[in-house]
């Protein structure tokens, strides 16, 4: 499957496979892996326990399932299925609507070009949507083979939990780059590349785009997992511990994002600043030549006319005076503008 920086515009891509994968959690503890070709027919919620459906966004079957099959209401299936999308948490009669992003793994792509994911989550039902791999997806996949979620709310604040800590390592990679450009502008060894500089800079801003917007709706998770709705995921005290950590995990990353933007912006500063100094110390050395030339090309000038009556112009010692003149001016205006400490 292609990668691509940007999710696509177009709504399907026909030749992908749509269902994932999937999980039917009984009441009685017990966890079975979901046989997409018996549940296609029937609706996305099971009769007993709850299910964890996975889903490719772009695969056309997707969406034709939603539609026909699911059983799901009209705004939770165009809000799933939407092009463009930023981080919310979101009630919706008996569910959540919760859309995060995630570190873009996939060959090709850079981090910073994270990937939505959206989610759906009543009581019994939590239908997840990406539309490339998501590291993160897959990780709690092979978790709740070894540690299986307790219930949709658990299983949602495991996702954020997952999704938010692969932010950080890309978080602590640009503190460091910004460090080691700082180190390069105090050493004075070497110049920093306004073309680095500015792509680190675009960098931070593609981050700052989806993160602040994450802390906002993790912070919306957070006060709706407090109300206890009917129908919707119910969150214990274990799962809002893990909701506030999360949080504020997302919160410090989103204050380091922004440490660092201040940091860029000082090093732009820094680099035009040093731009600027060699371009006047270079203006300096022509001001300095002209000066000091001036007198002398005045002189050379007035003696060079081709007139008659210049003094001692038949002389044999007439150019060695000359000569002496024109260094003796130099030698003076040097003087002049040293005394004046104008150099």
Not at 161 to 170: E, G
Not at 197 to 218: D, G, H, K, N, W
Not at 248 to 260: G, K, M, Q, T, V
């Amino acid at each position: 499957m292609p990668i691509s920086p940007v999710e696509r515009n177009d709504h399907s891509e026909p030749n992908a496979e749509a269902f994932i994968f999937g999980f039917d959690f009984q009441p009685d503890g017990a966890i079975t892996r979901v046989d997409w070709t018996r549940i296609r027919p029937t609706a996305a919620s099971p009769q007993l326990g709850w299910r964890w459906l996975h889903f490719n966004r772009l695969a056309a079957e997707t969406r034709e399932w939603l539609e026909e099959t699911s059983d799901l209401d009209a705004a939770v299936i165009s809000a799933l299925l939407q092009t463009e999308s930023r981080p919310r948490c979101a009630p919706y009669e008996d569910g959540l609507l919760l859309n995060l992003r995630g570190v873009n793994h996939n060959p090709g792509a850079e981090p910073e070009d994270m990937i939505s994911v959206r989610i759906w989550a009543t009581s019994n039902l939590v239908i997840s949507m990406r539309s490339y791999p998501v590291k993160a997806m897959h990780e709690v996949r092979e978790e709740t083979g070894r540690d299986p979620p307790t219930s949709p709310a658990h299983l949602l604040a495991r996702i954020a939990s997952k999704l938010i800590d692969y932010i950080d390592p890309v978080v602590e990679q640009l503190k460091e780059e910004a460090d080691e450009f700082e180190e390069t502008m105090l050493n004075g060894k070497g110049r920093l590349s306004p073309r680095d500089l500015a792509e680190f800079r675009r960098t931070i801003l593609l981050l700052r785009r989806y993160v602040q917007p994450q802390s906002e709706a993790m912070s919306q998770l957070q006060r709706e997992a407090r109300m206890r709705r009917s129908g919707a995921p119910v969150f214990d005290d274990d799962d809002q511990v893990i909701l506030r950590d999360t949080s504020d995990h997302i919160i410090r990353i989103a204050e380091e994002l922004d440490s660092i933007r201040d940091r860029a912006a000082v090093l732009q500063d820094q680099v035009v600043g040093q731009r600027q100094e060699t371009l006047n110390q270079r203006l300096l050395a022509l001001s300095i030549v002209s000066a000091i030339f001036l007198p002398l090309s005045y002189v050379t000038g007035l003696l060079g006319m081709n007139l008659a009556g210049i003094p001692w112009a038949h002389e044999p010692w007439s150019f060695g005076m000359v000569v002496g003149v024109t260094c003796t001016l130099g030698v003076g205006v040097l003087a002049f503008l040293k005394w004046r400490r104008w150099i």
